[in-house]
């Protein structure tokens, strides 16, 4: 028993040093300076659009990563979305912004998921940061 805490509070460092190595998120999209930038500028275009362009097979200049997966995979969680709009319905899903990451995470291990960029709804959620009611637990 003595020696499970010490092993608990080891994992937990070496879980928060990679997170903390990892890019910051940018949740902002800024359409003018994005376009001018032709989606090379992360800071202009927010991280999801930025990573997104990617996995594009039309790349661009400045690309710096093999695909959209590996992309997001050097950046901090992306921030969980709790709410669920109506629109969420006309979007068949596919918009975590409209439905909230549960839902859309939820998806992907249905039949026909709303992107092929995760394989599961447990590795869409890996790739989140925990739900708010998690963390105050």
Known sequence: MKYILPALFTALALATAAVADRLPWID????????????????ACGTAFYCQLQGNSHKIGGLRYESEKACLAAHEPRPW??????ACAFLHGTSEKHCGTEFFCRLHS??????????SEEECLSFHQPRPEQLRA
């Not at 249905?110 to 394989?119: D, G, H, I, N, R």
Request: glycine share 6%.
């Open 81 to 86: 979305v709790e709410h669920y709009t109506p």
């Open 110 to 119: 249905s039949a026909t998921p709303p992107s092929k960029l995760y394989e």
């Open 28 to 43: 902002e999209y800024h359409s003018g300076p994005c376009s001018v930038s032709r989606g090379n500028d992360e800071s």
